[in-house]
T-cell receptor, first 113, second 113 residues
Framework: DVKVTQSSRYLVKRTGEKVFLECVQD?????MFWYRQDPGLGLRLIYF???????EKGDIPEGYSVSREKKERFSLILESASTNQTSMYLC????????????FGPGTRLTVT | GQQLNQSPQSMFIQEGEDVSMNCTSS?????WLWYKQEPGEGPVLLIA?????ELTSNGRLTAQFGITRKDSFLNISASIPSDVGIYFC?????????????FGTGTRLTIIP
């Protein structure tokens, strides 16, 4: 079974703090994704990565950056957290070419106060 | 970014009833996926569809890839309490090398005791 894990289920941070969200997958998938999920807005893609050290902007990259130093790990960074970044953050991974099936982690509920 | 239209937005049904929901788009997709998300958790993949007209089952769940490639349907037979959650469709468009998915707005299923 594919397993995607996220470092924290719940996080509370203060405005202006630098926040790291970590995601690890154990299926040797090339593709990894970061989404945020908000009521009424659905799943929105922040960044994705096709390979180590490779990243591409999704639909809402502003205020975020990512890092992929190892194939199994994809980190989302909030450089200076703001209250409008309070959200559920979901990581996903998939194999390239053909299947397109994305497997999600359990999510991190981030609150910025 | 684009979202797929899912209907209904919410359903209130009694245990034992059958459920039907659908997902439509103005664009053609070459893969349709159905996910279920329970409160506080990440989406879990239920069914994947790869060919127009394909009908695939997973236990009491049956999904179909529409002939026009612009829609998909999910049916749940004889609903039980653990079916409660939000069901999302997701599609992958016919762009070579495009690993991104477009997600539906979700159908929230509630079972009335």
């Amino acid at each position: 079974d594919v397993k995607v894990t996220q470092s924290s289920r719940y996080l509370v941070k203060r405005t202006g703090e630098k926040v790291f969200l970590e995601c690890v997958q154990d299926m040797d998938h090339e593709n990894m994704f970061w989404y945020r999920q908000d009521p009424g807005l659905g799943l929105r893609l922040i960044y994705f990565s096709y390979d180590v050290k490779m990243k591409e902007k999704g639909d809402i990259p502003e205020g975020y950056s990512v890092s992929r130093e190892k194939k199994e790990r994809f980190s989302l960074i909030l450089e200076s957290a703001s209250t409008n970044q309070t959200s559920m953050y979901l990581c996903a991974s998939s194999s390239p070419g053909g299947a397109y099936e994305q497997y999600f982690g359990p999510g991190t509920r981030l609150t910025v106060t | 970014g684009q979202q797929l239209n899912q209907s209904p937005q919410s359903m209130f049904i009694q245990e034992g009833e059958d459920v039907s929901m659908n997902c439509t788009s103005s664009s053609i997709f070459n893969t349709w996926l159905w996910y279920k998300q329970e409160p506080g958790e990440g989406p879990v993949l239920l069914i994947a569809l790869y060919k127009a007209g394909e009908l695939t089952s997973n236990g009491r769940l049956t999904a179909q890839f529409g002939i026009t490639r612009k829609d998909s349907f999910l049916n749940i037979s004889a609903s039980i309490p653990s079916d409660v959650g939000i069901y999302f469709c997701a599609g992958q468009q016919m762009n070579f090398g495009n690993e991104k998915l477009t997600f539906g707005t979700g159908t929230r299923l509630t079972i009335i005791p």
